[in-house]
């Protein structure tokens, strides 16, 4: 009897271990080689439900900041003919447990090194660069997104 419980216990101890070697292993590996596109096209469809629409290169999985996306630009709108802000980084804070169940919660949007190109008239541009900013959501239910307009003279 104490033989098995010992084997059993020690049966269990390993399971675990080995699941969560295979989680880290899993998330290190997201964090090194990106998500795949159909993520990718799954969070900018979610952001486009919400009236930002934006394109990217990379989406990677950071355990301390969240989903981080490279060469971010955001654009006007859907036809995505104007760019309004670039940015180097963007660090999207959602409801892990809710994305994991294909639901989308945004909690917070950080944006690093980012440049902006306001047009002034026909002939003239404003660029703002070295934009970091955030927009943090508060609010328990939205229905619609929009990033706060940035000017620079």
């Known amino acids: ?8 216990r020690t049966t269990v101890t390993l399971t675990l271990g080995v699941m ?14 990106g998500f ?8 900018r469809s979610e952001f486009a439900v919400k009236g930002i629409h934006i394109s990217f290169e990379t989406l990677r999985f950071d ?30 804070d959602l409801d892990k447990t809710k994305a994991l169940r294909s ?5 917070n949007l950080k944006i690093s090194d980012g440049t902006a190109s306001i047009p002034v008239d026909e002939y003239r541009m404003v660029t703002a660069n070295e ?10 239910s939205y229905t ?10």
Not at 1 to 8: D, G, L, N, S, W
Not at 103 to 107: A, G, V, W
Not at 144 to 153: A, E, G, M
Request: aromatic share 10%; glycine share 8%; net charge positive.
């Open 36 to 43: 795949p596109e159909r993520y990718c096209d799954w969070l």
């Open 63 to 92: 355990l301390k900041r969240g989903l981080i996306a490279t060469n971010v630009i955001f654009y006007e709108d859907e036809r995505q003919l104007r760019p309004l802000l670039k940015a180097g980084e963007m660090t999207v």
């Open 144 to 153: 619609h997104l929009t990033l706060p307009t940035i000017y620079s003279v």
């Open 20 to 33: 969560f070697l295979a989680v880290v292993g899993g998330l290190s590996a997201l964090n090194q080689v």
């Open 103 to 107: 639901e989308f919660k945004l909690y």
């Open 131 to 140: 934009i970091n900013g955030g927009l943090v959501i508060t609010a328990v």
């Open 1 to 8: 009897m104490i033989q098995t419980i010992r084997i059993a």
